[in-house]
């Protein structure tokens, strides 16, 4: 078959318009594509490693910063979080009443709020022993209740909201020879 | 007027060798130009590659600071928590200190009773005026408000009344 000059051009541009297509599509768009997913993951790199240069030009201050948490949180904090169950709740009432002259007539458990009932000889007394449960985040005081009906002691009473868990099984001691339970 | 050859096509010199080039230069020409969109993009991938090399060589470097870093932030949040939760709760010896400091003089308080939303008090004065100084007082009071005061009962020089005055929850007040 013989092609004129007219449809050997329009046969060459078909052919050159194909290989651009293929081109576009094949190579072009793949390509491009690899580009700009590249660009992402540098842009991202770009900025962790800005990120991480400024933080090594703060690397004292980290460090100092790091001696004031850790000293908080081994301190105060560590203090703050020393009742975490029942038994050592029921401890800490008892201890702290008795640091303070405080007697204790009931306590009251019921899910998660207690119910202190108590006498002070003074209302000095009533607030030293508030302020050391106010240092616990175990122990939010709801409600609070204070008379004083001779003029010094004050009889009171505290609802709290108890943030406990269950208790420590390893805190638990070891069985002893007894099969009576009705001798102490 | 148009100029027509009239010689058959293969006795007209010079153009079927010039025809017989176009084709393939125009090939040529397009041929270059894919290869190089082609080497332009291979170029810039490298030079990607070479960047993320680089840059991740330096952050791996950089590991213990983000490790110190992340650190310091994680504990942060922790002491920040407890933080927060003490400031939400209500520093009761902080109020408590406030009302007594609020109280005029010759007021005796026999009866206390707080929650989280006010405060309620039974007491005694010596005169009228000293309960109109209380309301005054706790209306300047940054940490309480609206105090109301119930029945007042005067007997024998004795002034027996009831208060109830509002909370004011501020963050912030602990007695940390």
Known sequence: MKLTGREKFLLLMLLIVAMCVGFYNYVYVPK???????????????????????????????????????????????????????????????????????????????????TLTFTAPSYAQTRSFLMEMEKMLAFEVSKARYSVPTGTTVDGSFDIKLHIGPADPAAGGVPVDRTNPFVR | MAAVNLLPPELRTGLGTRRSLAYPLLFLVVFSAFTGVFLKMNGELGRQAERKLELTTTIAALEPVRVQRENL?????????????????????????????????????????????????????????????????????????????????????RVDFQATIDIVRTKGVTGR
């Open chain 2, 73 to 157: 932030m994680r504990l942060e949040a922790e002491l920040q928590r407890v933080v927060s939760d003490f400031e939400r709760r209500l520093t009761w010896s902080v109020y408590t200190d406030e009302l007594a400091s609020r109280l005029p003089a010759g007021v005796q308080i026999r009866d206390l009773r707080l929650d989280e939303q006010r405060v309620v008090i039974a007491a005694s004065a010596s005169t009228l005026a000293q309960v109109a100084q209380l309301i005054s007082n706790f209306t300047a009071s940054p940490l309480y408000r609206e105090p109301s005061v119930g029945q007042i009962t005067v007997s024998q020089g």
């Open chain 1, 32 to 114: 491009k594509a690899e580009i700009e997913a590249g660009a992402a993951q540098v842009a991202k790199l770009e900025t962790e490693h800005t990120k991480l240069v400024r933080w090594q030009a703060e690397v004292p201050q980290t460090e100092a910063r790091l001696l004031v948490v850790q000293g908080e949180l081994d301190g105060w904090v560590a203090e703050a979080r020393a009742v975490t169950n029942t038994p050592q709740s029921l401890v800490f009432w008892q201890d702290q009443s008795q640091r303070y002259g405080i007697r204790l007539s009931s306590v009251r458990l019921s899910g998660s709020q207690a």
